[in-house]
């Protein structure tokens, strides 16, 4: 097999598995571990992966990747609206109390039902959040007030953040908060690529009384650069997919409620 025709395989494994390693490849290949390392030297300079310890990993999953907002919100959009619905349960009947939107694709399809599930319950809350992606749709709910937090605003999630946010937010204590992850795994938790709005989040997480992770399960099992809530620190997590083994016995370990849409 000529060196072009095996990277073209390994660049395939890594769009289906996200992460090969060096010795499987040679394995595979039946070729010498040099010869590996050099395939992999040559995609890594092609922008096709990124060298980790012992193989590689595809680009989407390094630790600081993050894709803008209006890239995310057209993958898995299915099963984010219907994540949302189901997410949406958390509010019961006459619900009467304060709602936190933390910034996200994921977090926006809850946003955009927020007024419908209100309605059919009869309920009304004080909303508030730091998107302001979010802030169009929550601003025209039905039964809904709201207030947004200023920070500086990073472009590619359109979310405030800074110390003077973190401030506003650690001074707060809503019922329930919907908050979004660019990651989740059993040992790192929930995580995003970047050390602000890690810190916005981690204010999010403390200052709730209810913490609600709505996830797709194409964040389980990644990890990206920073941690903003252990496991034991979500009280409910929304998912369109069954948990992976590991992920599911830390969730039960960690008393999370996993309610699938």
């Known amino acids: 097999m000529y060196a072009t025709e095996r990277q073209e395989q390994i660049a395939r494994m890594l769009s289906e598995t996200g992460r090969v390693g060096v010795l499987e490849l040679a394995t595979q290949f039946d070729v010498t571990t040099e010869t590996v390392r050099r395939d992999l030297d040559a995609l890594e300079r092609d922008g096709v992966l990124r060298r980790v310890h012992g193989g590689a990993v595809h680009l989407d999953r390094t630790s600081t990747v993050e894709q803008s907002t209006a890239d995310r919100a057209v993958q898995h959009s299915e099963a984010k609206n219907a994540i949302a619905q189901r997410a949406l349960e958390v509010l019961g009947d006459g619900f009467q109390g304060s709602v936190y939107f933390d910034a996200g694709t994921t977090t926006a399809a809850v946003a955009d039902r927020l007024g419908s599930r209100l309605a059919s319950v009869g309920g009304r809350a004080e909303v508030v959040t730091h998107s302001f992606s979010l802030a169009p749709a929550l601003s025209a709910a039905e039964g809904v ?117």
């Open 145 to 261: 007030s709201l207030s947004i937090v200023g920070g500086r605003v990073r472009g590619v999630t359109g979310a405030a953040v800074g110390a003077e946010t973190v401030r506003v937010i650690s001074g707060l204590r809503p019922d329930v908060a919907f908050l979004g992850t660019n990651a989740l795994s059993a040992g790192f938790g929930a995580s995003t690529p970047d050390p602000e709005e890690a810190a916005v989040k981690i204010a999010i997480v403390r200052a709730a009384r209810r913490v609600v992770l709505v996830v797709d399960g194409s964040k389980f099992e990644r990890e990206r650069l920073v941690s903003f809530a252990a496991l034991a620190e979500i009280d409910v997590l929304v998912t369109d997919t069954p948990l992976p083994a590991a992920l599911a016995e830390a969730a039960r370990e960690a008393n999370v409620d996993v309610w699938l849409a």
